[in-house]
Nanobody, 112 residues
């Protein structure tokens, strides 16, 4: 079992920045990837960024060049710059072991 606690969401104007954090506890030695997904109202949950235990990051095309994922010691961060209104969503932290574990979600709202 892995438990995830997210923090760092909030309201920001377009062009601004936010940093999301996620801390894992429990069977952290089994985690082989951590990342972030998001879900906007009326849309499906989508990948934002993921990083493997080997350190290789993968990004959605929509956030490349604006978002940076990093992680160490069972924590994962998402630095979000140049935010756009279309980035508004609930952001969920993910940890993958033999199954996916999800955080409770944190709201990110980008105003025009």
């Amino acid at each position: 079992q892995v438990q995830l606690v997210e923090s760092g969401g909030g309201l920001v104007q377009a062009g601004g920045s936010l940093r999301l954090s996620c801390a894992a506890s429990g069977s952290i030695f089994s985690i082989n990837a951590m990342g972030w997904y998001r879900q906007a109202p009326g849309k499906e949950r989508e990948l934002v960024a993921v990083i493997t235990s080997g350190g290789s990051p993968k990004y959605a095309d929509s956030v490349k060049g604006r978002f940076t994922i990093s992680g160490a010691n069972a924590e994962v961060y998402l630095q979000m710059n140049s935010l756009k209104p279309e980035d508004t969503a609930v952001y969920y932290c993910l940890a993958h072991v033999t199954q996916n574990y999800w955080g409770q979600g944190t709201q990110v709202t980008v105003s025009t």
